[in-house]
C-alpha cells in the first residue's frame, strides 16, 4: 500500500530541467507572430499577462501592458468598489467611442454654448432637436461667431457628416481624413446620436497600433475576484472588465467549482479559472464552462506553499498536463509562476500553454504600485505573496492561510526585487527572447512552436552549462540578470 506509491512515481519537470532542440528552419526571428490567446474570447498580440498581486497589477500596470499589446489583471486585495475604480480608469485611458455624448439643442444660447466647452473641456458638439442629429458646433464656429450671433442655431455647420453605430474604425479613420473632419458623430437608425469619434482620440490610438483593444478601442483588463465573491465579479463587469480571473490557491475544490458555476450563470464576459496543476482538475473546471485555464501550484518566486503544505507539481509538468486535456476542448492555458527569462517562456508555450503570467518580472517596473527602494546603491521594488502575512493581514485576500480565525498561516513570503525599468522595455526584452527561440524552433507562430517543438531533458551539468561561467559578469544585459537579492 505504501510501497506502490513509489515504484510507480512519476517524474515531473520544470523549466530548468528541459531545453528546446534547435531544428532545421527558414524562419528568421522578425518574422515571428507571437498572437496567441489568453482566454476562449481574447486575443493577445503579446501572449504575456501581469499577474494580479498587489504589488504588480494595478491600473497603470494594466494601462501600460495593454499598450503594447499585452495584458493586466487587476489584483483583489481591495475593496470592490476600489477595484471597480482601477478598472475604470483603465477603459477610459484611451477611449475612441465616446458613449456618453454631450449634445446641445439648437435653441442654446451662445453664452452657454461657451460655458459648456470650458467647463467640460469639450471641442465641439452635435447639435440635437429632439434626439436627432440636425447639425455640429465647433469651438472654430465660436470663435468667428460674429456679434450678430445668437444660438448655436446661428453658427452650427448643418451639413454634417455622420457615420452609422456600427462603422469600424478603419472606416471612420477613412472618413475622418478624407472630410477633413475632427469629429463623426456616429448615429442610429432614427438618426439618433449615440457614439462620437473625434481625430484626437485615433492619433492617440495610433501611437499605440499593437495595444490590445476591446472592440470600442478601449484598452483590454482583467480582473481577479475571489471563488465566493459573485458581487465583485458582476460590478467588475459592469465597469467594462473584459475577463475575470477566479483567484485561488485551489480551483480543484468542491466549494470553488460550485461557486463558478452560479458564477458563470451571472457574468457573460470570459471567466478564467485556477489555480490548478492536473489533468483532472482541468476536466473538471472545464466542464463549468471556464474560457481559460491558469496553472501553477506553488512555482512562484514568492510561493512557500510546497515548503509549507508540501503540495506542487513541477511547473511544465503541471503546464502539459492541464494543455492535453484543455486542447481537446479549445480552452487557453495560461503559464502562471516561475518565469525568470524569456526562454522559460518559450518552454511554458512549447509544453502547451497559450499564454504566460508573470510576477517578479513585473514586480519591478516602474508601472507597478509602490516606490523605488534603494539598497547598497541599487534601486529595488518591493514584491510579496499574496499568501503573505503582509498581504493576508489586510483582510481583504482570501487566497492563503485563512485557517485560524485570527490566526493566518502564511503561504508566501515578502520582498524586494530589482528595478526593472519601463513595462516596455521588459516587454521589449521577453518579445525579442520568444522570437528567437521560436526562430531556432523553426517556428513562425504559436501553433507551429506547440507542433513543431521537442524537449531534451537536462542534467545539473547541462543547466550549470546553460548560465554563463568560468567568467566574472562586468556587464549585465537587460535580458540576463542574477542578482544576489
Ligand atoms: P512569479 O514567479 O512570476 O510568480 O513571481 C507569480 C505567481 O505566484 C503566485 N502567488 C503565490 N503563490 N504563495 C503562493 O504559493 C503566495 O503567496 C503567492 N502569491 C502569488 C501567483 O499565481 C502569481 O501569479
Keep these: 500500500m505504501f510501497t506502490d506509491k513509489f515504484q510507480q512515481i512519476r517524474e515531473a519537470l520544470t523549466y530548468d530541467d528541459v531545453l528546446l532542440v534547435p531544428s532545421r528552419t527558414s524562419v528568421e526571428p522578425r518574422e515571428v507572430s507571437i498572437s496567441s490567446k489568453f482566454s476562449r474570447h481574447i486575443n493577445l498580440r503579446v501572449p504575456i499577462v501581469s499577474s ?13 501592458m495593454a499598450k503594447q499589446g499585452a495584458l493586466g489583471i487587476l489584483h483583489r486585495n481591495v475593496t470592490m468598489n476600489q477595484q471597480a475604480g482601477f478598472v475604470r480608469r483603465v477603459k477610459r485611458e484611451e ?24 467647463t467640460k473641456n469639450i471641442g465641439g458638439l452635435p447639435v440635437v432637436s429632439g434626439e436627432k442629429l440636425i447639425g ?23 451639413k454634417v457628416i455622420s457615420a452609422p453605430d456600427n462603422v469600424s474604425i478603419e472606416d471612420a479613420i477613412d472618413i475622418l481624413y478624407k472630410n477633413r473632419i475632427e469629429k463623426l458623430p456616429l448615429i442610429d437608425r ?50 467594462g472588465v473584459d475577463v475575470i480571473v477566479v483567484d485561488t490557491a485551489h480551483a480543484h475544490n468542491e466549494n470553488v467549482m460550485n461557486s463558478i458555476r452560479k458564477m458563470r450563470k451571472l457574468v457573460s464576459v470570459d471567466i478564467v479559472a485556477g489555480n490548478i496543476a492536473t489533468a483532472q482538475a482541468a476536466e473538471d473546471l472545464i466542464s463549468l464552462d471556464v474560457d481559460g485555464l491558469r496553472v501553477g501550484i506553488g512555482p512562484g518566486s514568492i510561493c512557500t506553499t510546497r515548503i509549507i503544505a508540501g503540495i506542487g507539481v513541477p511547473q511544465i509538468t503541471a503546464v502539459s498536463d492541464v494543455a492535453e486535456v484543455a ?90 526585487v530589482p528595478f526593472k525599468g519601463k513595462v516596455e522595455e521588459v516587454l521589449f526584452q521577453l518579445t525579442g527572447g520568444m522570437k528567437s527561440g521560436m526562430g531556432y524552433v ?11 517543438s521537442r524537449f531534451v531533458k537536462i542534467t545539473s551539468s547541462g543547466l550549470r552549462e546553460s548560465h ?18
Design 52 to 64: 494580479p498581486m498587489d504589488t504588480v497589477t494595478e491600473s497603470d500596470m494594466a494601462i501600460a
Design 95 to 118: 477611449t475612441i467611442i465616446i458613449r456618453n455624448v454631450h449634445t446641445v439643442s439648437p435653441e442654446t444660447p451662445i453664452n452657454e454654448l461657451r460655458n459648456i466647452m470650458r
Design 136 to 158: 455640429i458646433v465647433t469651438r472654430r464656429d465660436l470663435d468667428f461667431a460674429g456679434k450678430d450671433k445668437k444660438t448655436v442655431e446661428d453658427i452650427m455647420v448643418k
Design 190 to 239: 432614427t438618426g439618433r446620436v449615440v457614439g462620437l469619434i473625434t481625430a484626437k482620440d485615433i492619433m492617440k490610438r495610433q501611437n499605440f497600433p499593437d495595444a490590445s483593444r476591446d472592440d470600442d478601442g478601449q484598452l483590454l483588463v482583467g480582473a481577479a475576484v475571489g471563488p465566493f465573491d459573485l458581487e465583485r465579479a458582476q460590478m467588475l463587469e459592469k465597469e
Design 327 to 416: 486542447a481537446k476542448h479549445g480552452v487557453p492555458v495560461i503559464a502562471d509562476g516561475g518565469i525568470r527569462f524569456s526562454g522559460d517562456i518559450v518552454k511554458a508555450i512549447a509544453a502547451g500553454a497559450s499564454s504566460v503570467m508573470l510576477g517578479s518580472i513585473f514586480a519591478g517596473t516602474e508601472e507597478s504600485p509602490g516606490a523605488e527602494l534603494i539598497m547598497n546603491g541599487r534601486k529595488y521594488k518591493a514584491y510579496r505573496g499574496m499568501g503573505s502575512l503582509g498581504a493576508i493581514q489586510t483582510g481583504l485576500s482570501d487566497r492563503y492561510g485563512k485557517i485560524g480565525a485570527n490566526k493566518f498561516v502564511a503561504e508566501g513570503v515578502e520582498g524586494a
Design 442 to 452: 523553426g517556428a513562425k507562430n504559436i501553433e507551429e512552436l506547440q507542433k513543431n
Design 468 to 485: 554563463p561561467h568560468d567568467i566574472r559578469i562586468v556587464s549585465e544585459p537587460p535580458n540576463y540578470q542574477i542578482y544576489q537579492v
